[in-house]
C-alpha cells in the first residue's frame, strides 16, 4: 500500500527555519517526483515546490524563492523541504504528494499527482 507521511511541523517564529521530510512506504521515492503543497485556513491548496523524477530538477512558487530548498536522500526514502526566513504567511498544512509514474516532471499542480500525504501543520508566529 502506497503512502506518504509528512513530519517536521510545528510552531516557529517569524525569520525561524523548520526542515519538513516526506517519507513513502509501499514504493520507492527513487526517481519518483515530490511536490510540496499547503493550505491555509480558508484558502485554496497551492503548490509550493517540486523535485523532478527525472533529474531532480526543482521549481518553486515565487513567495518561496530563495527561502525554501527541496531536495532527496534516496538512501533513506524520503525528501524534505528546508523552510528558512518563514514568515506569517507561510503558516499552513504542507502536504507532499507523488505521481504514479517514476521519471516524471510535474510541476505544481494537484492533478499531476496521485499519491497524498495527510499533512503537517506549520505555524509561524510571534
Known amino acids: 500500500q502506497v503512502q506518504l507521511v509528512e513530519s517536521g511541523g510545528g510552531l516557529v517564529h517569524p525569520g525561524g527555519s523548520l526542515r519538513l521530510s516526506c517519507e513513502a512506504s509501499?514504493?520507492?521515492?527513487?526517481?519518483?517526483?515530490i511536490g510540496w503543497f499547503r493550505q491555509a485556513p480558508g484558502e485554496e491548496r497551492e503548490g509550493v515546490s517540486s523535485?523532478?523524477?527525472?533529474?531532480?530538477?526543482?521549481a518553486y512558487t515565487d513567495s518561496v524563492k530563495g527561502r525554501f530548498t527541496i531536495s532527496r536522500d534516496k538512501g533513506k526514502n524520503l525528501v524534505y523541504l528546508q523552510m528558512n526566513d518563514l514568515k506569517p504567511e507561510d503558516t499552513a498544512v504542507y502536504y507532499c504528494a507523488a505521481p504514479r509514474a517514476t521519471y516524471a516532471s510535474p510541476g505544481l499542480y494537484e492533478y499531476e499527482y496521485d499519491y497524498w500525504g495527510w499533512g503537517t501543520q506549520v505555524t509561524v508566529s510571534s
Open positions: 523535485i523532478s523524477g527525472s533529474d531532480d530538477a526543482t
Open positions: 509501499g514504493f520507492s521515492l527513487d526517481y519518483r517526483a
